[in-house]
């Protein structure tokens, strides 16, 4: 399994590679799209890879092994108003899988999803790029957005991002989202979890 996730890797980073340098050579717009297409499904399997072995990618030695405590306590310093605030939050795990560790009522309502429902599933099991549409890169602009923020301790506000979700039928819906995304330390200063920020901003992008 490892070997064959290595393999899966290299192919998708020498696609990448490929394909950009073929954007890089061409004018012909066919042939342009058709590369753009192929570049997002590479970028997006490369994410997928690295999300489910990594999480968001090698920590710096100083933030491994956080006790379970401690991870409890500091959730539970900051869960009164991030249950009670307005604005859609997403807490995540971010060693391997990025599994979610809870959401607020905001981000529920704004997703379409529920406590029950998505808590303990990987981030990217329950929000896949929408298989209809073959440029979709919410996905690895967001899994990139999370790397950055577990290796530099910093936050991270995005470009506003087209993040299609599912409704409750579970069609996919166009949405427009300005995310930010933001480490959680201990006292230590070792990454405990990942805080994802979104605000819906459909409205105001598309018309």
Aim: proline share 6%; glycine share 6%; charged share 25%.
């Amino acid at each position: 399994m490892r070997l064959c996730r290595i393999m899966k890797r290299f192919i998708c980073e020498q696609n990448i590679a490929h394909f950009q340098k073929l954007l890089g050579e061409t004018s012909e717009t066919t042939l342009q799209g058709t590369l753009e297409r192929l570049l997002a499904t590479a970028k997006r399997e490369l994410a997928l890879i690295d999300a489910d072995e990594e999480g968001a990618g090698p920590l710096p030695f100083t933030q491994h092994a956080v006790e379970a405590g401690d991870a409890a306590s500091i959730r539970e310093q900051f869960l009164a108003d991030f249950d009670g605030s307005p604005h859609p939050y997403m807490l995540l795990d971010p060693g391997p899988r990025l599994q979610i560790i809870d959401i607020n009522a905001a981000y529920a309502a704004a997703t379409f999803t529920s406590r029950e429902a998505i808590v303990g599933r990987s981030l990217f099991e329950v929000f896949p790029d929408n298989p209809d549409d073959p440029l979709a890169d919410g996905v690895s602009n967001l899994y990139a957005s999370l790397k950055t923020v577990a290796q530099t301790g910093r936050p991270h506000a995005m470009a506003v991002q087209r993040y299609d979700v599912r409704d409750l039928s579970g069609t996919f819906v166009e949405k427009r989202w300005q995310p930010v995304n933001t480490p959680i330390h201990d006292d230590a200063g070792r990454l405990v979890f990942l805080l994802h920020h979104v605000e819906d901003v459909t409205d105001q992008v598309s018309h």
